[in-house]
């Protein structure tokens, strides 16, 4: 039973560059989330996804957007990347609306030079 | 805001002694989930124990266990019989129902197991 997945592992991009995250969930889940992790903090929420929709925002810019496709898979893309932006971000999946356990992928490091 | 505190950013612990790690949380719902999270250094965050609000009975998994205190809004995390593959950053994070389903974590807890 393969868990989160989320590819790619490690990324260098420069100031206003553009950046696709992507993630899979684990077998069963329908639901996503992607946190931004910044070095020595917890996780923070950016957004969450289900039946392809945004359900939920976190307190994140428009430059942060997100896409869920009909297998579940999800993307995060991030526009005109700032030096801010550099961070562990974390995929997170679980079954349905209810408040299941969320279950996490390995993480994208992400840095911008 | 709803927000959550880990008091203590780093502690340590001799193998096979026992450690409890302290979060208290502020939210106005009665309705809600508390999570222990463990992110070792290769960065997944792995879950390590729930509990739900509604239930009275303090949650255990192994050598995990926690002290759920509603009403002062406290959930400590204890660990048992600690094991050199227990360190790693420790965060303790809520859920509440009804909508709002965005995991709300706090700063961690750095911990050292001493061989």
């Known amino acids: 039973d393969a868990g989160v997945t989320q590819s790619p592992t490690h990324l260098i991009k420069t100031r206003g560059q553009q950046v696709t995250l992507r993630c899979s969930p684990k077998?069963?889940?329908?639901?996503v989330s992607w946190y931004q992790q910044a070095l020595g903090q917890g996780p923070q929420f950016i957004f969450q996804?289900?039946?392809?929709?945004?359900?939920q925002r976190g307190n994140f810019p428009d430059r942060f957007s997100g896409h869920q496709f009909p297998n579940y898979s999800s993307e995060l893309n991030v526009n005109a990347l700032l030096l801010g932006d550099s961070a562990l971000y974390l995929c997170?999946?679980?079954?349905?609306?209810?408040?299941?356990?969320?279950?996490f992928g390995p993480g994208t490091r992400l840095t911008v030079l | 805001a709803q927000t959550v505190t880990q008091s203590q950013p780093e502690m340590s612990v001799q193998e096979a002694e026992t450690v409890t790690l302290s979060c208290t949380y502020d939210t106005s719902e009665s309705d809600y989930y508390l999570f222990w999270y463990k992110q070792p250094p290769s960065r997944q965050m792995i879950l390590v124990i729930r509990?739900?609000?509604?239930?009275?009975q303090n949650a255990t998994e192994n050598r995990f266990s926690v002290n759920f205190q509603k009403a002062a809004k406290s959930f400590s995390l204890k660990i048992s019989d600690s094991q050199l593959g227990d360190a790693a950053m420790y965060f303790c994070a809520y859920v509440t129902n009804f909508g709002n389903e965005k995991l709300t974590f706090g700063t961690g807890t750095r911990l050292t197991i001493i061989p």
């Open positions: 997170a999946s679980k079954r349905g609306t209810a408040t299941d356990t969320q279950y």
């Open positions: 509990q739900e609000a509604y239930k009275q």
């Open positions: 996804y289900y039946e392809e929709e945004e359900r």
């Open positions: 077998s069963g889940h329908d639901t």
